[in-house]
């Protein structure tokens, strides 16, 4: 019921409550989630669908996608060949030939912040540790007589003489970073004066202490990056509410710079994998053999040719693939060949790996569009993870229903249904429909056209 729910959440593209309300109204998705009747009542509050992306892990997500793949693509080869002998039949005992295709990118999934700069960050630190304050004080309000001056108003009015404007001079910016550095800097020292008088830090609820521990290290790097005059640090948080997510520098046109999880994908006939997930940025070059090496370990062989960009192309992944019989996309290394003939062969070679490689650029453009990588909304890290797994697996089952879709069309277009027809619907459905299909093949005198396209509207 879990993992269905969250599959129909990302599927309808709608938020907790309205996945909830979604479920309570229609008998369908009921059916699906496995109830044994239909009843007018939600089967849960939508906050449990927190507690099931908390529950629901990204390695349990990932071998859900596996198994789905593998069914999908298991049943694709056999109606293949139906009845056929298989190649690896006829093969000698010993490693396997190479076969099929391996496409390969990397992408970012952008959290659901506010563009970050440091003047904001900071005032959000800022009000969030006048809030800290007001509740230590709280504590001790019949033993303290006067309350630790905050200057709050004067810090607000500071922050908003810079932020409304809308290109402020570097030098400005600089003032209003060392302003709100200091309004931090003191009420920090407040908070260390109260627990000292004898405030309680335990009676502080999970949300601010976590907030306490990352303003704390929001000051340390932003009083850094002003000392040194730098445009980096390590570990650099650019939201309060959601340490965790780094800045992924991408250096694309119009957005050079994304903030979120950066992704390793690979893509295998139409299917798609979640190789690598990283809140830090890395070079997905360092990838490709992982890649490889998990396509050995679905299929039982390595691919026959491996597309992905230049950023893959180094000489170790070069040397690497060709010590296993696998070739990279892209023109070779060194100079042009000086024979015509063979310099334009390896340029129609390498459109065609380009014009391949692009498929995998249409997944990421679908799971960004029509689903919800574009703007990753829960907040935590194990949360989020669950969600972008969740996403890609939803791209693998709305290929294999547009099969099933492809299929009945097939099956149900016609007045005759033959037996070959039958077979290749029976390879390309699921196991769901294999009775419903064995009913059709014994009643098929019996059905007429018409009586076929109600069938197929009904289902």
Known sequence: MALGALIFKEN?????????????ENPYLQYFLGFSGYQDKAPF??????????RISLGLVLQVNERVVQSMLAREASGAVDGEPSESDDDDEGSPPNQGQLLMDATCAPADIRYPTDLSIL?????????????????????????????R???????????????????????????????????????????????????????????????????????????????????RIVSISQPYVRPIVRGKAGVPVEFGAKLSVSHVNGCV????????????????????????????????????????????????????????????????????????EQKRQAREDEKRRVAIEGKFGQA??????????????????????????VLNLERWLRQLFVCFFYLFGSNRCNRWRLNVCLSMSSAIFDSLFNWVVSNEKTLCGHNRCRLAIAL
Request: a positive charge; aromatic letters at 8%.
């Open 12 to 24: 309808l593209g709608t938020s907790d409550r309205e996945t909830v309300e979604q479920i309570r």
């Open 368 to 393: 960004k569009r029509r689903f919800s990588l574009a703007c990753v909304m829960p907040k935590l890290a194990e949360t989020a993870q669950c969600a972008i797994a969740i996403t890609f697996l």
């Open 123 to 151: 005032n959000e630190a800022r009000a969030d540790s006048e809030a800290i304050i007001d509740r230590l004080y709280a504590q001790l309000k019949g033993t303290m007589t006067k309350k630790p001056r905050t200057y």
């Open 45 to 54: 509050d939508a906050s449990m669908l927190v507690h099931f992306r908390q």
């Open 153 to 235: 108003k004067l810090a607000r009015k500071a922050y908003l003489i810079v932020a409304k404007q809308r290109r402020p001079r570097r030098a400005v910016r600089r003032k209003g970073i060392r302003q709100q550095l200091n309004f931090l800097r003191r009420n920090l020292k407040h908070i260390d004066a109260l627990v000292a008088a004898g405030a309680s830090l335990a009676q502080l609820s999970r949300r601010r202490y976590r907030q306490l521990l990352v303003i704390s290290e929001v000051y340390r790097q932003q009083r850094e990056l002003y000392e040194t005059r730098s445009r980096r640090v390590d570990d």
């Open 273 to 344: 994998f979640l190789d690598a997930l990283s809140w830090n940025n890395f070079n997905e070059s360092t990838h490709l053999q992982q890649q490889v090496k998990a396509y050995y370990r679905r299929f039982g062989h390595y691919p026959e040719s491996v597309h992905a960009d230049q950023i893959y192309r180094t000489r170790v992944n070069r040397n690497w693939c060709k010590e296993r019989g696998i070739r990279l996309s892209g023109p070779p290394l060194g100079r042009p060949k000086k024979d015509t003939t063979l310099r334009a």
